[in-house]
């Protein structure tokens, strides 16, 4: 079975249930999935390069990603994640840098073999959110096989 980890960094929790709705979507396709926070990472002796899939979520805050996925970036560039399934997504409220610089972080600096494209949603809940996350999930475990 393929293994994802799915690592979201939140303030109010909404990019927390986009992780869990992506989650969802990955294990109805067969995927063994774990979903952490990003403070875990460490504490939990987690490895990245032990999953076949890497998902990445962070919220956007003054213009910019959440500044606990910024610096975990920092820490996961030392993991060997090349040639890995990607995707990034976040909750965000106008602008949403967050997903898309995570995505191309994951894409030209880890050379992770990425999704369509970053999720980003303004809520988990509304207008078709649980849906998009799902799917999003689903696209992700689909390049697995
Ligand atoms: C002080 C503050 C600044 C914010 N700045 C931005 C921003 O620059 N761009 C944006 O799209 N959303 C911004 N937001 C909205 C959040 O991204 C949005 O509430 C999101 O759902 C939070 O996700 P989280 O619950 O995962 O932390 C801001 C929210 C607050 C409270």
Do not use: C
Request: aromatic content about 8%; cysteine-free; charged content about 20%.
């Amino acid at each position: 079975m393929a293994k994802a980890l799915v690592i979201y960094a939140t303030r109010t929790n909404q990019t927390r249930s986009i992780a869990d709705l992506i989650a969802e979507g990955m294990r109805l396709s067969g995927v063994d999935v774990t979903v952490i926070n990003v403070n875990e990472y460490e504490k939990k002796g987690i490895n990245a390069a032990d999953f076949d899939a890497v998902v990445l979520g962070g919220a956007t805050y003054h213009g910019e990603m959440i500044g606990s996925m910024k610096t975990f970036l920092f820490l996961l560039e030392k993991a060997d994640l090349e040639g890995k399934v990607g995707g990034a997504f976040g909750a965000y409220g106008w602008s949403g840098e967050a997903p898309g610089r995570i995505f191309s972080t994951m894409q030209n600096v880890f050379r992770m073999k990425m999704a369509k494209g970053p999720l980003m949603l303004k809520s988990a809940s509304l207008g078709g959110g649980v849906q998009m996350a799902q799917g999003y999930g689903k696209e992700i475990a689909g390049m697995l096989s």
